[in-house]
């Protein structure tokens, strides 16, 4: 039973690499020269900006949604009846 979770974790291991190896361009340098960190920087900011652009759109979104929601809630209108109102009982009336 050990091996066979031995054998499945390793083929499981083995893909993943070369799944990595596959999307990588940069396994054509050797991983102490400057062209290599050179390539694996530049992807790096690729992934990191796509992400960056990812987020910010999300975020965009959710304070245009915070704003709908924000003009629907009518808030200077019950601050004005609140204002103008002299008890309890009138402000709940209106």
């Known amino acids: 039973m050990k091996i066979i979770k031995i054998i499945i974790s390793a083929l499981i291991i083995s893909l993943f690499n070369l799944t990595i190896s596959y999307s990588e361009d940069c396994t054509k340098y050797d991983k102490l020269s400057k062209e290599y960190a050179k390539c694996t920087s530049n992807k790096l900011k690729i992934e990191t900006s796509k992400k960056a ?17 924000l003009k629907n809630f009518n808030l200077k209108d019950k601050l004005n009846k609140f204002k103008n109102s002299k008890t309890h009982k009138e402000f709940t009336e209106k």
């Open 53 to 69: 652009n990812e987020i910010k759109s999300k975020t965009a979104k959710k304070i245009e949604d915070g704003k709908k929601k």
